[in-house]
């Protein structure tokens, strides 16, 4: 530091001035004299040095070397020793002497450590401001160690949060940190939530702030601690997000969060099961929010298999060219919404089994991939055999572009779009698709058996009309 931090003004005089260094009372005598001695600009880098070494906790004794000296450092020095240094580029002046110097003027009898105080302000030894430090960042963490210690399922997720260094990463000090995790630990002790209910209701009850988990270090944390809870998997971005809060039961928005369906069973003992019953008895396509899958969803009977396609298109095109004719099918419009994954696994908790068609390029197989992560599938004409049919059928459709990625449940399909750079969406092989839809293997679960006669004029009906 240099001696502008100087506590004292010029023609200050003084004695009993106190220093944070040994907790002793430094004389200091005569300031203005030792700033004449010492507290020039070109002696600023000699008390910056003995500065270091006493907040490093070391002697100040032995020697100190500016490298490259100007002409005016070295008279400085001179001055202050009564003789010149060595010659040379390199500057050493010994500690000893310049603590033996201030001693004999008056200026200061306590020495150069006096001096560096009267002259830079107080000097905390490092290890006692790291002790400070580590002592208020223990405080901060104290009411969280204690919701933790109730908790013993959290107490990995404690120990990797201390060893990650998060929360120093989104609170840089223990002051900033301090409300953060208290806020923290007054949330955990009621998570996970049962029944479901609103983000920030839940926000609001217990920090007092219904957006207080929008976004936001208390969110991250917040998240963190989730994954732990619940085994929810790791991921980035908004859907990521909205999936955690859920499986925590925090709905982020119980009506955006949507999926498609048609014909797929329900039952008479619910609401929404009523609807899709309904809504399926009529060959009508069906709208179900994430508020109706977790308030009041469906008791469907066991056993079942459902068919999942990707795009909307397959629906409206199932719904008007099959109708009550078509096998239940679940439509993701895209990547998997939460309110599409509840569906999904509470199907196959009931024993429900689905067979998934995506569209062949990187972002379809990264939906799927997606989708094998939270519900189990078999592909339905979704291997590298059936890309290469449909290539073989289109082999004109538009270039596959983006980042490639693998296909777990087929590891060839990837090399095999690579290799062929050509994209085939679901629209191109909707005859397919739909003559699978109709066929009695299909029908005969979940919804009951169509005859072959009905299945046959379905599927030749699908046909004609996409020709």
């Known amino acids: 530091m240099g001696v502008g931090r100087s506590p004292a003004c010029a023609g200050d005089r003084r004695r009993g001035a106190r220093s944070t260094a040994g907790e002793r009372v430094l004389l200091i005598t005569d300031v203005p004299r030792l700033r004449r001695l010492i507290g020039s600009p070109e002696l600023t880098w000699l008390l910056d040095r003995a500065r270091r070494r006493m907040e490093a906790g070391q002697p100040l004794d032995g020697t100190v070397t500016l490298s490259g000296a100007a002409d005016a450092e070295r008279a400085a020095v001179a001055r202050l020793l009564g003789r010149a240094p060595r010659p040379g580029r390199s500057l050493s002046v010994s500690l000893a002497a310049v603590d033996r110097v201030l001693r004999a003027s008056g200026a200061s009898p306590d ?26 960042w223990d405080s901060a963490f104290g009411p969280l160690a204690a919701t933790v210690a109730a908790r013993p399922e959290l107490a990995g997720w404690y120990a990797a949060l201390h060893a990650t260094g998060l929360v120093r990463r989104l609170a840089s000090h223990p002051e900033a940190a301090t409300p953060l995790l208290a806020d923290l630990a007054r949330l955990l002790p009621h998570l996970p939530v049962s029944p479901p209910r609103s983000l920030s209701t839940f926000a609001a009850e217990h920090v007092g702030s219904a957006h207080a988990l929008d976004h936001g270090p208390l969110a991250t944390l917040t998240l963190d601690a989730i994954r732990a809870l619940t085994g929810a998997p790791p991921g980035d971005g908004a859907q990521a ?15 955006s969060s949507q999926v498609l369906t048609l014909n797929l069973p329900g039952d008479p003992d619910t609401a929404t099961g009523q609807a899709l019953d309904a809504l399926g008895a009529v060959g009508q396509p069906a709208v179900l929010t994430l508020r109706q899958l977790v308030r009041d969803p469906p008791r469907p009977q066991p056993g079942g298999t459902a068919y999942v396609c990707e795009n909307p298109a397959v629906v409206l095109a199932a719904a008007d060219r099959l109708g009550t004719d078509c096998a239940p099918l679940v439509c993701l419009q895209g990547q998997p919404s939460t309110a599409a994954l509840r569906l999904l696994r509470h199907y196959a908790e009931a024993g429900w089994t689905f067979r998934y068609h995506g569209d062949f390029d990187w972002g379809g197989i990264r939906i799927a991939t997606r989708l094998l992560a939270h519900v189990p599938w078999t592909p339905w004409r979704y291997t590298v055999a059936d890309y290469r049919s449909a290539r073989d059928t289109h082999p004109d459709t538009a270039p596959l572009t983006g980042t490639p990625t693998d296909a777990p449940w087929d590891p060839a399909l990837s090399p095999a779009l690579l290799a062929s750079g050509r994209r085939i969406e679901e629209e191109l092989v909707l005859v397919d698709l739909l003559a699978d839809l109709a066929s009695p293997a299909a029908t005969g679960r979940g919804r009951g058996p169509v005859g072959p006669s009905a299945s046959a004029s379905a599927s030749a009906s699908a046909a004609e009309g996409l020709d």
């Not at 001096?115 to 208020?136: I, S």
């Not at 997000?241 to 009506?255: F, I, N």
Request: charged fraction near 20%.
């Open 111 to 136: 020495g150069l450590a006096a001096a560096v105080v009267a002259l830079t302000g107080p000097v905390v030894p490092r290890q006692q401001t790291a002790d400070r430090l580590a002592r208020a």
């Open 241 to 255: 997000r909205r999936d955690t809060w859920a499986a925590a039961g925090l709905l982020l928005d119980e009506l």
